[in-house]
């Protein structure tokens, strides 16, 4: 019915200053979707990666006991034969490198005052290797093989408490493996910002064999392996799980997300506020809209009348007003996507920032990504909304006594 | 009185229409025959019940009692359904307003009825040139009413009116808001259309003009027939008969 159709699309354009407003209202919210929902998408982006290369990998071996069991003493439930382990994920596809960690606590001191700390061993390169640097506020990262001193990071916390800067010694004390009480003095070569105020509190980073030395273990905690891409995660865990098969103990592997707690709840918070937000337009839109189309109908009572005289079938009627709304909805989506990604191109190049939300400590980039489900998701609620809208008024307009919309003035 | 070979007859109808706390009475036991290719003007002053009877007659209103027949069809009988199919394929309306589509072009309004009875595209455009040739606007058929004069709306509305070829078309003061030369035009056009398509014309006016070119006047007043030029002239042959025998 393409003269149906015509109808239709020409009386979208009747009155074309309240259809403006209606594709403003309309694409207003589309856009505002779009850009908050590209934030949030950004933010999370930024979060995940950040979460990934602060250290978490994407996925990481671990001693199946490590998750059965509490270790009675440190690395008991760690991997024992992990260069074997690290050798046959390293050879698998989208594989950048393979990292052993060591984490453990103990106390620091300065000689005058002690503070707990949690304490992650690397190997350097290995790290450096898969972009796991540390995010280093002063000083050098740690050397791959430190011969006379042995080197530490700290956090800025552990800094600013301890009063130690770069070149200065501090004594760790820590459990070994056996049970013993051990310690070794190191030198801080490097002040780390981890980004997470709690974090930077009690935040220690020493080589592999230093830890190995100072835990009296020559196991691992796990393995962190480190991909070329994260979309990757899934089909590289899958390739894993042959080779993670006949070895000494039994291996499992988590993925990151499966690690991420943060992560997660940041985005299941956010995810909340932009489904709270899109109720709110959604609802916006529809109210907004069953009003103009009240009125679009008020003024074609007589019109109404004179195709119900002619013997216009009432559901046709119903179907002009829904055809009418869902057409200013599709416009109205289309206006909202061309100006919400303008916006947002617009707002990427003026490189602002946002201040450093609760419990970070560096400034935020505002970026809006370009997400095409979002866009298509926030066209199809703004087009449902204006099809739903048009209910109420197209109903009426098909229930209206043909005699009396005649004589309507 | 009820006339089987009549296209419509409509059977002692009265309408009522109630207001707050009263009831106004616009036609009053009314009964009427048309025939086929009549040309009948329904005149009274105003409030005399001529648009009622039209709207009656047209089946967008319903009678308080009595029936009205169209081509034998008592359309009280009828589904909601079933009348909006009688008025789109039997019935054509003028109305005092043009009340055409105002988005539409001239042949595009002029299409309308054809393209609810879903007829084919070819078909259309060829019905719809005939009609517009008919009323003599084929030269304005791309034209938006916002465009055309008043007279030329007019025009354009008689096509729509004739364009599926309808057994009836009711005109509701189709002058009222034409000049002298565009209405004298229009009344010329209607008749013309009457004698060479033997098209029935049924309008309401109480324009004097309209009146001298109409064969058949039915004068309401008051809900009911003050006169009938056909039952006078019935008579009046009667009379004549019976004399002259």
Redesign the interface.
């Given at each position: 019915m393409l003269k149906f159709l015509l109808l239709a699309f020409r009386n979208v354009f009747r009155n074309r200053r309240r259809t403006v407003m209606t594709l403003l209202m309309v694409g207003g919210g589309v856009a505002g979707l779009l850009l908050v929902g590209g934030f949030f998408a950004f933010m999370f982006r930024g979060l995940r990666e950040s979460t990934i290369r602060n250290g978490l990998g994407h996925i990481q071996i671990f001693n199946a006991e490590h998750f059965r069991r509490d270790e009675v003493h440190v690395l008991d439930a760690g991997i024992s034969d992990w260069q074997r382990v690290a050798a046959n994920v390293r050879s698998a596809e989208h594989v950048r490198g393979v990292a052993p960690r060591i984490e453990f606590y103990g106390m620091l001191s300065n000689g005058v005052k002690s503070s707990v700390f949690m304490g992650s061993a690397v190997d350097p390169e290995a790290e450096r290797a898969m972009s796991f640097s540390p995010r280093l506020a002063s000083g050098r990262d740690l050397a791959e093989s430190a011969s006379g001193e042995i080197e530490a990071l700290v956090g800025t916390g552990v800094a600013r408490s301890m009063s130690v800067k770069v070149g200065d010694g501090l004594t760790i004390l820590a459990v070994t493996a056996d049970g013993a009480l051990n310690g070794i003095d190191v030198q801080v070569v490097g002040i780390v910002n981890t980004g997470f105020k709690d974090l930077d509190d009690r935040y220690l980073r020493i080589t592999l064999p230093s830890a190995q030395r100072l835990l009296q273990s020559d196991r691992v905690t796990n393995l962190v392996v480190g991909l070329d891409k994260t979309e990757n995660t899934d089909a590289v865990a899958a390739a894993f799980t042959p080779r993670l098969r006949g070895l000494s103990q039994e291996m499992t592997m988590k993925k990151w997300i499966d690690l991420a707690a943060y992560y997660k709840q940041v985005r299941t918070l956010f995810s909340g506020i932009f489904l709270f937000l899109g109720i709110i337009v959604f609802f916006m839109v529809l109210m907004a809209s069953v009003n103009t189309l009240l009125m679009a109908m008020m003024e074609r009572t007589r019109e109404i009348g004179t195709m119900l005289a002619m013997g216009t079938p009432r559901p046709w009627i119903v179907a002009l007003f829904m055809l009418e709304a869902t057409i200013t909805g599709i416009l109205g989506a289309v206006v909202g996507l061309v100006g919400g990604n303008l916006i947002g191109v617009a707002l990427n190049a003026s490189g602002l920032h946002l201040p450093p939300p609760p419990g970070l400590s560096v400034e935020m980039a505002f970026r809006v990504l370009h997400v095409p489900a979002l866009m298509i998701v926030a066209s199809v609620m703004v087009v449902v909304s204006l099809a739903l809208a048009s209910i109420l008024p197209a109903v009426r307009a098909s229930r209206l006594q043909i005699a009396e919309a005649l004589a309507h003035v | 009185m009820k006339r089987t070979d009549a296209l419509v007859n409509v059977e002692e109808v009265s309408r009522r229409f109630a207001l707050d706390h009263s009831a106004v009475t616009a036609l009053d036991c009314l009964t009427l025959a048309i025939d086929r290719g009549e040309f009948l003007t329904i005149s009274g002053p105003s409030g005399s019940g001529k648009s009622t009877l039209l709207?009656l007659i047209?089946c967008?209103?319903k009678p308080t009692n009595g029936r009205i027949l169209i081509e034998g069809v008592d359309t009280s009988r009828l589904s909601?359904?079933q009348t909006?199919?009688?008025?789109?394929?039997k019935?054509g309306?003028v109305?005092q307003?043009f009340?055409l589509?105002?988005?539409?072009t001239a042949a595009?309004n002029v299409?309308?009825?054809l393209?609810?009875?879903g007829i084919s595209n070819a078909e259309r455009r060829r019905r719809v040139a005939e009609a517009l040739e008919n009323v003599g606007l084929s030269a304005r058929a791309n034209h938006r009413p916002d465009l055309l004069s008043g007279g030329e709306r007019q025009r354009v509305a008689i096509a729509?009116a004739i364009v599926h070829r309808p057994a009836l078309i009711l005109a509701d003061e189709p002058t009222a808001n034409l000049d002298t030369r565009n209405a004298t035009q229009l009344i010329e056009l209607m008749r013309d259309l009457n004698r060479t398509l033997g098209l029935t014309f049924v309008f309401s006016t109480h324009d004097q003009r309209l009146l001298e070119h109409t064969p058949r006047i039915v004068r309401l007043t008051d809900g009911r027939i003050e006169s009938d030029t056909s039952t006078e002239i019935a008579s009046h042959a009667q009379v004549f008969a019976a004399s002259v025998s």
């Amino acid at each position: 019915m393409l003269k149906f159709l015509l109808l239709a699309f020409r009386n979208v354009f009747r009155n074309r200053r309240r259809t403006v407003m209606t594709l403003l209202m309309v694409g207003g919210g589309v856009a505002g979707l779009l850009l908050v929902g590209g934030f949030f998408a950004f933010m999370f982006r930024g979060l995940r990666e950040s979460t990934i290369r602060n250290g978490l990998g994407h996925i990481q071996i671990f001693n199946a006991e490590h998750f059965r069991r509490d270790e009675v003493h440190v690395l008991d439930a760690g991997i024992s034969d992990w260069q074997r382990v690290a050798a046959n994920v390293r050879s698998a596809e989208h594989v950048r490198g393979v990292a052993p960690r060591i984490e453990f606590y103990g106390m620091l001191s300065n000689g005058v005052k002690s503070s707990v700390f949690m304490g992650s061993a690397v190997d350097p390169e290995a790290e450096r290797a898969m972009s796991f640097s540390p995010r280093l506020a002063s000083g050098r990262d740690l050397a791959e093989s430190a011969s006379g001193e042995i080197e530490a990071l700290v956090g800025t916390g552990v800094a600013r408490s301890m009063s130690v800067k770069v070149g200065d010694g501090l004594t760790i004390l820590a459990v070994t493996a056996d049970g013993a009480l051990n310690g070794i003095d190191v030198q801080v070569v490097g002040i780390v910002n981890t980004g997470f105020k709690d974090l930077d509190d009690r935040y220690l980073r020493i080589t592999l064999p230093s830890a190995q030395r100072l835990l009296q273990s020559d196991r691992v905690t796990n393995l962190v392996v480190g991909l070329d891409k994260t979309e990757n995660t899934d089909a590289v865990a899958a390739a894993f799980t042959p080779r993670l098969r006949g070895l000494s103990q039994e291996m499992t592997m988590k993925k990151w997300i499966d690690l991420a707690a943060y992560y997660k709840q940041v985005r299941t918070l956010f995810s909340g506020i932009f489904l709270f937000l899109g109720i709110i337009v959604f609802f916006m839109v529809l109210m907004a809209s069953v009003n103009t189309l009240l009125m679009a109908m008020m003024e074609r009572t007589r019109e109404i009348g004179t195709m119900l005289a002619m013997g216009t079938p009432r559901p046709w009627i119903v179907a002009l007003f829904m055809l009418e709304a869902t057409i200013t909805g599709i416009l109205g989506a289309v206006v909202g996507l061309v100006g919400g990604n303008l916006i947002g191109v617009a707002l990427n190049a003026s490189g602002l920032h946002l201040p450093p939300p609760p419990g970070l400590s560096v400034e935020m980039a505002f970026r809006v990504l370009h997400v095409p489900a979002l866009m298509i998701v926030a066209s199809v609620m703004v087009v449902v909304s204006l099809a739903l809208a048009s209910i109420l008024p197209a109903v009426r307009a098909s229930r209206l006594q043909i005699a009396e919309a005649l004589a309507h003035v | 009185m009820k006339r089987t070979d009549a296209l419509v007859n409509v059977e002692e109808v009265s309408r009522r229409f109630a207001l707050d706390h009263s009831a106004v009475t616009a036609l009053d036991c009314l009964t009427l025959a048309i025939d086929r290719g009549e040309f009948l003007t329904i005149s009274g002053p105003s409030g005399s019940g001529k648009s009622t009877l039209l709207n009656l007659i047209g089946c967008i209103d319903k009678p308080t009692n009595g029936r009205i027949l169209i081509e034998g069809v008592d359309t009280s009988r009828l589904s909601a359904s079933q009348t909006s199919a009688l008025r789109r394929e039997k019935i054509g309306f003028v109305f005092q307003t043009f009340n055409l589509i105002p988005v539409f072009t001239a042949a595009e309004n002029v299409e309308y009825p054809l393209l609810v009875q879903g007829i084919s595209n070819a078909e259309r455009r060829r019905r719809v040139a005939e009609a517009l040739e008919n009323v003599g606007l084929s030269a304005r058929a791309n034209h938006r009413p916002d465009l055309l004069s008043g007279g030329e709306r007019q025009r354009v509305a008689i096509a729509r009116a004739i364009v599926h070829r309808p057994a009836l078309i009711l005109a509701d003061e189709p002058t009222a808001n034409l000049d002298t030369r565009n209405a004298t035009q229009l009344i010329e056009l209607m008749r013309d259309l009457n004698r060479t398509l033997g098209l029935t014309f049924v309008f309401s006016t109480h324009d004097q003009r309209l009146l001298e070119h109409t064969p058949r006047i039915v004068r309401l007043t008051d809900g009911r027939i003050e006169s009938d030029t056909s039952t006078e002239i019935a008579s009046h042959a009667q009379v004549f008969a019976a004399s002259v025998s």
